[in-house]
């Protein structure tokens, strides 16, 4: 089992619709969650972090945590075509940041 | 400007002929490290430094190494390079010794090797 699972893709989703990117993690002492964007050959960029349970807004992003389940989400509300991208989930565990494989998004006109 | 730096931004080069990727940051970060990102595979951490003269193997460490001689400069060497090193490499930056926070990635160092 990978220690940070998400679905590769990819996610086609209307313009203006809901988003929806989910990472699920096998280390139950993770504590620092983060979600980065990564458009085609560029470098990762932090878009946010979140370290309770439950839901952190920032603008149009929403990061969701539930750590009795051992997932996060991050909602993107009025998707845009330039939330066209791949989103990398990272989970820290024993000291370590371990990032997932991504998930490659789509907004269709 | 905070950044991080990478050089060279493309190289194409030839087995078993050394080389040395750059990275330096300005950003008096302690932690730094390096990814490699293929297809498929996400990135994947190669080596990793929480200070000066410290470093550490990360999950993919065979075929390279690194120094951290200075706080700002974390070279990546390839002592001899060979075509399943083709990749992605990033470089990235974290304000805490552990890189347990916000990472700051470079712009990236795209390696052929033939």
């Known amino acids: 089992q990978k220690e940070v699972e998400q679905n590769s893709g990819p996610l086609s989703v209307p313009e203006g619709a809901i988003a929806s990117l989910n990472c699920t993690y096998s280390?139950?002492?993770?504590?620092?969650f983060f979600w980065y964007r990564q458009y085609s050959g560029k470098s990762p960029e932090l878009i946010m972090f979140i370290y309770s349970n439950g839901d952190k807004e920032d603008g149009r992003f929403t990061a969701q945590l539930n750590k009795a389940s051992q997932y996060v989400s991050l909602l993107i509300r009025d998707s845009q075509p330039s939330d066209s991208a791949t989103y990398l989930c990272?989970?820290?565990?024993?000291?370590?940041?371990?990032f997932g494989s991504g998930t490659r998004l789509s907004i269709r006109p | 400007e905070a950044q991080v730096t990478q050089n060279p931004r493309y190289l194409i080069t030839v087995t078993g002929k050394k080389l040395t990727v750059t990275c330096s940051q300005n950003?008096?970060?302690?932690?730094m490290s390096w990814y490699r990102q293929d297809p498929g595979l996400g990135l994947r951490q190669i080596y990793y430094s929480m200070n000066v003269e410290v470093t550490d193997k990360g999950d993919v460490p065979e075929g390279y190494k690194v120094s951290r001689k200075e706080k700002r400069n974390f070279p990546l060497i390839l002592e001899s390079p060979s075509p399943n090193q083709t990749s992605l490499y990033f470089c990235?930056?974290?304000?805490?010794?552990?890189?347990?926070?916000?990472?700051?990635f470079g712009p990236g160092t795209r390696l052929t090797v033939l």
């Open positions: 280390d139950r002492g993770s504590q620092s």
């Open positions: 950003m008096n970060h302690e932690y």
């Open positions: 990235a930056t974290s304000f805490a010794s552990g890189g347990t926070d916000t990472q700051y």
């Open positions: 990272a989970v820290t565990s024993a000291s370590k940041i371990i």
